[in-house]
């Protein structure tokens, strides 16, 4: 197995694990463990870090705009905004109701990033693409950080949705 196809099943495992959750209901999706992040928030979140960081590597267009997830979702928060830094409002204020439609978000986007893996070669994982940090980050790097921030992600957010009503506001 060569990197790329380790990178490709790495990318696809969020959407597995997300899966499960197609039949939590609006009013769980939407709840609060005493936190500010909820299951939609979450599930939002990983698909759009996926979404935005590997648009900027392809150069493609993203999938929130060529899909129209912004009105799927009901979530118009701006083709950058994948929710780093968002404050506790804008986490609380995120609210979509249709657990189907951010796990569909959420495969969307794992296919485009399949999909740009599909064009790389090992090589390609080697090219520096960000110059801010140090050491500086590769291409290879970055995608791996893009599925393991989308894996944590979705992992909160399963589990979430085992936990009982009591420990929701």
Do not use: C
């Not at 493609?60 to 979702?73: H, I, P, Y």
């Amino acid at each position: 197995m060569n990197g790329i196809e380790v990178l490709k099943d790495l990318a696809g495992r969020a959407a597995e694990v997300a899966g499960s959750l197609r039949d939590v209901p609006a009013e769980r999706l939407n709840a609060h463990p005493g936190h500010d992040n909820s299951i939609a928030w979450l599930l939002w979140h990983a698909a759009r870090e996926i979404d935005v960081q590997v648009a900027q590597l392809s150069g493609e267009q993203q999938e929130w705009t060529r899909g129209g997830w912004a009105e799927k979702l009901g979530v118009d928060r701006g083709a950058d905004a994948m929710g780093y830094g968002d404050s506790p409002d804008q986490t609380r204020a995120l609210v979509v109701n249709d657990a189907n439609a951010l796990v569909d978000h959420l495969e969307a986007v794992t296919a485009a990033h399949v999909a740009y893996l599909d064009t790389l070669t090992d090589a390609d994982l080697d090219h520096v693409v960000d110059e801010n940090w140090e050491p500086p980050v590769t291409r290879g790097a970055r995608l791996v950080s893009v599925s393991e921030d989308a894996l944590q992600h979705v992992g909160q957010a399963s589990y979430l949705a085992g936990m009982k009503d009591s420990a929701f506001e």
